[in-house]
T-cell receptor, first 109, second 113 residues
Framework: GQNIDQPTEMTATEGAIVQINCTYQ??????LFWYQQHAGEAPTFLSY??LDGLEEKGRFSSFLSRSKGYSYLLLKELQMKDSASYLC??????????WGAGTKLIIKP | IAGITQAPTSQILAAGRRMTLRCTQD?????MYWYRQDLGLGLRLIHY???????GKGEVPDGYSVSRANTDDFPLTLASAVPSQTSVYFC????????????FGPGTRLTVL
């Protein structure tokens, strides 16, 4: 069956680094997305991986291992504004997205 | 540039009433989507449209209908609302239905009593 797992909540300190993991079991694979969602707002696109390896974009990086069904989002130099939920989504063979429940990241001063 | 707009922002609705949630995009995207987001669950696809004039069912289509008369608009209708349809509804669009990133509207918070 389809399943995407992420930790429900994580806490980190301002200025530190945090890694949010995502594991998936889906019907086919056509890419993995990470979105950021602040409370009460819409999800916004962060990154997309379709090949194995690390994609770096400023303070945010995303890694994918298709053989392991695993991805992570790495956030460096954490800022208070990074407090949000981070959503992992996999595009299946039918091109529809299957979404994880999201990881709520709490940043403490 | 507005991107995607949704209306209303929020609504309280009596069970059994009919309700249409509106979604408009000005990016000329071919594909549009409706999701619901419930606490503790991932976004779930209700209906989608890969191009004007076509629609398809997602993971949770029951109790909802959509139409896509033109490229810009993709309304979602609840024919007879039930309390289990209380949720936050997001409309999204992408340039195409296969390889492109989805961009989301601000959402509609719907409460059915």
């Amino acid at each position: 069956g389809q399943n995407i797992d992420q930790p429900t909540e994580m806490t980190a300190t301002e200025g530190a680094i945090v890694q949010i993991n995502c594991t998936y079991q889906t019907s086919g694979f056509n890419g993995l997305f990470w979105y950021q969602q602040h409370a009460g707002e819409a999800p916004t696109f962060l990154s997309y991986n379709v090949l194995d390896g690390l994609e770096e974009k400023g303070r945010f990086s995303s890694f994918l291992s298709r053989s392991k069904g695993y991805s992570y989002l790495l956030l460096k130099e954490l800022q208070m504004k990074d407090s949000a939920s981070y959503l992992c989504a996999v595009r299946e063979s039918n091109y529809q997205l299957i979404w994880g429940a999201g990881t709520k990241l709490i940043i403490k001063p | 540039i507005a991107g995607i707009t949704q209306a209303p922002t929020s609504q309280i609705l009596a069970a059994g009433r009919r309700m249409t949630l509106r979604c408009t995009q000005d990016m000329r995207h071919n594909a549009m989507y409706w999701y619901r987001q419930d606490l503790g669950l991932g976004l779930r696809l209700i209906h989608y449209s890969n191009t004007a004039g076509t629609t398809g069912k997602g993971e949770v289509p029951d109790g909802y209908s959509v139409s896509r008369a033109n490229t810009d608009d993709f309304p979602l209708t609840l024919a007879s609302a039930v309390p289990s349809q209380t949720s936050v509804y997001f409309c999204a669009s992408s340039a195409s239905g296969d390889t492109d990133t989805q961009y989301f509207g601000p959402g509609t918070r719907l409460t059915v009593l």
